[in-house]
């Protein structure tokens, strides 16, 4: 079985804060995914990539940064928290070619 | 514009029953769908998907139809069960441009 694993289940940071969401997955995956998802939005793509030190911006890339040093490892990073990016945050991994995407358990920040 | 629509927020339906969950997509290009079930504090996991070389696909209590010329497509749980009770999220793609567009998700409630 795929495992995603997201470091933090609960984050809580203040405006203005650097923060970061790790994401390792186990499968040898060459893809990953970076959503939110917030009420009647549905999930939106922040940013993905398709292989190591590849990153593609989403749909809503603003405010947001990621990294992919390593290919089990993705990192979402928040340059300067704000409350409008309290929301849940979704990682997802993918093999290269295939559609099934499968999720880690997700990272609901609150941002104050 | 949202490429992929979920117009029912959410969904109550007896044990037992029929559960019908509708995605429309406004895409002609989109060419494989999923849906994904989501838990409250889980990740979504994926439940089903269907082809557009194809009309419908079964496995088990589940049945997704895609009818393309009216771009929609259903899923159809029967009998539903209280275990059933969560998020659905619809999800395209178009393959040749490899990026999987959400809709905002039906609430499906199964009363015992």
């Known amino acids: 079985d795929v495992k995603v694993t997201q470091s933090s289940r609960y984050l809580v940071k203040r405006t203005g804060e650097k923060v970061f969401l790790e994401c390792v997955q186990d499968?040898?995956?060459?893809?990953m995914f970076w959503y939110r998802q917030d009420p009647g939005l549905g999930l939106r793509l922040i940013y993905f990539?398709?292989?190591?030190?590849?990153?593609e911006k989403g749909d809503i890339p603003e405010g947001y940064s990621v990294s992919r040093e390593k290919k089990e490892r993705f990192s979402l990073i928040l340059e300067s928290a704000s409350t409008n990016q309290t929301s849940m945050y979704l990682c997802?991994?993918?093999?290269?070619?295939?559609?099934?995407?499968?999720f880690g358990s997700g990272t609901q920040l609150s941002v104050l | 514009d949202q490429q992929v629509k979920q117009n029912s927020p959410s969904l109550s339906v007896q044990e037992g029953r029929i559960s019908i969950l509708n995605c429309d997509y406004t895409?002609?290009?989109?060419?494989?769908f999923l849906w994904y079930k989501k838990y409250p504090a889980e990740g979504p996991t994926f439940l089903i998907s269907i082809s557009s070389i194809k009309d419908k696909n079964e496995d088990g209590r589940f049945t997704v139809f895609l009818n393309k010329s009216a771009k929609h497509l259903s899923l159809h749980i029967v009998p539903s069960q209280p275990g059933d009770s969560a998020v659905y999220f619809c999800a395209a793609i178009q393959t040749s441009y490899d990026k999987v567009i959400f809709g905002p998700g039906t609430s499906l409630s199964v009363i015992p």
């Open positions: 895409n002609s290009m989109f060419d494989y």
């Open positions: 990539s398709y292989d190591v030190k590849m990153k």
């Open positions: 499968m040898d995956h060459e893809n």
């Open positions: 997802a991994s993918r093999l290269d070619g295939h559609e099934k995407l499968f």
